[in-house]
């Protein structure tokens, strides 16, 4: 091939990344463990103070850039005058023989505050700034923490699903991971990050071919 050839072909190639990447993306939850149910005991959740950490595990499908987690909390004040602060944290989760448990690389943080009055749960949002990207067939875990001292802490709510959660608290210190059962309520969004078209891969392929051809 020639050298102007072999510029059109990567002009070609530079055009079709470029389609692929500005390709129309979009927002999935890709994480739930469902919204609270009050039940017949009505409803029920973990503590975060400082003696105790909560964690939810969730491994995408598929490479994502998140926008948001949504998280129902209530709260063990009842005069509407405090509203406990908490936080969440985004963690790659870390390889522990078992389940897996969230691990001290820090991707995100949110500091964040409980609206709800008493057993009265809200939703609280926390949004990305944009540049998290997850991976496909990766676990993290969002991590749950408070400040607040007793009988003024928030609580996060149970929801009605079941995922991987963890529990580290004062009688117990140390990541106590469930593949199941109570897990706190959760949905994370994200959008999804399109895969290269395949004229574009084609695109590659040829360059790569003409390269292979020059040498």
């Keep these: 091939m ?3 050839t072999t510029t059109r072909a990567m002009m070609t190639l530079a055009g079709l990344l470029a389609c692929a990447a500005s390709a ?3 927002a999935d939850v890709i994480f739930d463990t469902g919204a609270p149910d009050p ?3 009505g409803f ?3 503590d975060l103070s400082p003696n105790q950490s909560v964690a ?3 491994t995408p499908t598929a490479d994502v850039r998140l926008d948001s987690i949504d998280v129902w909390m209530m709260s063990n004040a009842f005069d509407g005058v405090i509203f406990p602060e908490f936080k969440l944290s985004l963690v790659a989760g870390v ?3 078992g389940l ?3 691990g001290t690389r820090v991707l995100e943080t949110w500091d964040l505050t409980t609206s709800a009055v008493g057993f009265d749960p809200r939703r609280e949002t926390a949004r990305s700034l944009g540049g998290t990207i997850l991976s496909a067939g990766v676990q ?9 001292p007793e009988l003024e802490n928030p609580v996060w709510v149970w929801g009605t699903g079941e995922a991987t959660s963890a529990i580290d608290n004062a009688l117990s210190p140390g990541w106590n991971v469930s593949g199941g059962g109570a897990t706190p309520s959760i949905s994370i969004g994200a959008t999804v990050i399109p895969a290269p078209t395949s004229a574009a891969l084609l695109a590659v392929s040829t360059v790569m071919t003409t390269r292979r051809r020059r040498t």
Excluded: L
């Excluded at 993290?140 to 607040?148: H, L, N, P």
């Design 39 to 41: 039940g017949f005991f």
């Design 24 to 26: 129309p993306a979009y």
């Design 140 to 148: 993290y875990w969002v991590v749950g923490t408070s400040d607040a």
């Design 95 to 97: 390889e522990d023989g």
């Design 44 to 46: 029920i959740g973990f």
């Design 2 to 4: 020639t050298e102007m």
């Design 100 to 102: 897996g448990e969230p």
């Design 56 to 58: 939810v595990a969730f």
